[in-house]
């Protein structure tokens, strides 16, 4: 059965006008003492037509680029939306987290190239600036609610998210970007590191200086649901490099489509 979901993604992917394109992540490092912006790589898929399309960042998980991502991408073309699969790990020398492992290192790094990718699909032709939202699951969702939420702003009052979903992450920081953009937090009761904090989320911010925006936040939680219940590959428990126990939900994915194809209805316009 995963050997069949990892062929129909690889077919999915190479039927449709998938295209590599390197971008510049927003961090900045150093080399030989000079500044410069990483390169990343990205893979750019849009719906037929001219557009202008509004557009899904997909950020990965310590999985990596898994066939679940490109699924994704694919259910993202089908809803109209264009998709740009960011691959934060390979421009870093890796396939998927390793050890030793800096979990809060990675975090900003994915998040600078998620703002990275937001530039860089604002000047794409094809492309609505206005409507570009991010989706991460646990690497990536732990980007967005540790490094991304926290702003008020990404970029400027001209250029930011107009949407933010994360899957199974932690919801420990506060969610200001609420100010300006609705945000789902899809979460499963099994993972005991994360759910908590975010199905929980509204009752421990209600006296905030966010809480007149909570309205804005979504919490999807699934019962019975492990980490990664999405990822297709995971038809046998694991455990990931960050102890996350993973097991598939066929259910708990099934649902999950529909919801995420919901709130982006709502989110983004098209």
């Given at each position: 059965?995963?050997?069949?979901?990892?062929?129909?993604?690889?077919?999915?992917?190479?039927?449709?006008?998938?295209?590599?394109?390197?971008?510049?992540?927003?961090?900045?490092?150093?080399?030989?003492?000079?500044?410069?912006?990483?390169?990343?790589?990205?893979?750019?898929?849009?719906?037929?037509?001219?557009?202008?399309?509004?557009?899904?960042?997909?950020?990965?998980?310590?999985?990596?680029?898994?066939?679940?991502?490109?699924?994704?991408?694919?259910?993202?073309?089908?809803?109209?939306?264009?998709?740009?699969?960011?691959?934060?790990?390979?421009?870093?020398?890796?396939?998927?987290?390793?050890?030793?492992?800096?979990?809060?290192?990675?975090?900003?790094?994915?998040?600078?190239?998620?703002?990275?990718?937001?530039?860089?699909?604002?000047?794409?032709?094809?492309?609505?600036?206005?409507?570009?939202?991010?989706?991460?699951?646990?690497?990536?969702?732990?980007?967005?609610?540790?490094?991304?939420?926290?702003?008020?702003?990404?970029?400027?009052?001209?250029?930011?998210?107009?949407?933010?979903?994360?899957?199974?992450?932690?919801?420990?920081?506060?969610?200001?970007?609420?100010?300006?953009?609705?945000?789902?937090?899809?979460?499963?009761?099994?993972?005991?590191?994360?759910?908590?904090?975010?199905?929980?989320?509204?009752?421990?911010?209600?006296?905030?200086?966010?809480?007149?925006?909570?309205?804005?936040?979504?919490?999807?939680?699934?019962?019975?649901?492990?980490?990664?219940?999405?990822?297709?590959?995971?038809?046998?428990?694991?455990?990931?490099?960050?102890?996350?126990?993973?097991?598939?939900?066929?259910?708990?994915?099934?649902?999950?489509?529909?919801?995420?194809?919901?709130?982006?209805?709502?989110a983004l316009k098209h």
């Amino acid at each position: 059965m995963a050997r069949l979901a990892a062929l129909t993604a690889l077919i999915l992917a190479l039927t449709g006008c998938v295209t590599a394109e390197p971008f510049l992540s927003k961090d900045t490092r150093l080399n030989n003492g000079k500044e410069y912006r990483p390169q990343i790589g990205g893979e750019f898929k849009k719906p037929e037509g001219k557009g202008p399309f509004p557009a899904v960042i997909i950020l990965q998980s310590c999985g990596g680029t898994t066939p679940s991502l490109y699924d994704w991408a694919n259910q993202f073309n089908r809803w109209g939306y264009a998709s740009f699969l960011v691959k934060s790990l390979e421009a870093r020398g890796m396939q998927t987290c390793q050890k030793p492992f800096s979990r809060e290192l990675m975090y900003m790094d994915v998040a600078s190239d998620a703002i990275g990718a937001l530039e860089y699909l604002s000047r794409k032709p094809e492309i609505d600036p206005k409507q570009i939202a991010v989706i991460g699951f646990s690497l990536g969702a732990g980007a967005i609610n540790s490094y991304i939420l926290p702003k008020e702003k990404s970029v400027s009052n001209d250029l930011d998210f107009a949407a933010a979903i994360s899957f199974y992450q932690g919801c420990r920081k506060p969610m200001r970007a609420l100010a300006h953009y609705p945000v789902l937090q899809v979460t499963a009761s099994l993972d005991h590191a994360h759910h908590p904090t975010c199905s929980n989320y509204k009752i421990d911010w209600s006296r905030s200086d966010i809480s007149k925006y909570l309205g804005r936040l979504t919490v999807v939680s699934y019962q019975d649901a492990h980490h990664a219940f999405d990822d297709t590959k995971m038809y046998s428990m694991k455990e990931d490099i960050g102890g996350n126990t993973m097991l598939y939900d066929y259910k708990a994915h099934q649902d999950s489509i529909l919801r995420v194809k919901e709130f982006l209805k709502g989110a983004l316009k098209h």
